[in-house]
């Protein structure tokens, strides 16, 4: 008899689901690298704020 329709096969629900998860992680997920946040920045002092601070340690510490 004739091979009909049923000869051809259609790739299943499970086949279809695996081949989109392997195309969307080949083209999107796979070159993502993790987010690695700045260092903090540290502020920075004046000359003036750094000499009033340690004269003003002196005094306390003298009385």
């Given at each position: ?5 049923r000869?051809?096969?259609?790739p ?15 083209e ?7 987010v690695?946040?700045?260092a ?20 306390s510490?003298?009385?």
């Open positions: 008899m004739g091979q009909g329709r000869s051809v096969r259609k299943g629900f499970i086949e279809v689901i695996l081949d989109a998860v392997e195309t969307f992680y080949g999107v997920l796979q070159n993502l690298r993790a690695i946040p700045a903090p920045r540290l502020e920075r002092r004046t000359d003036a704020e750094t000499a009033g601070t340690g004269a003003s340690e002196e005094r510490q003298s009385q």
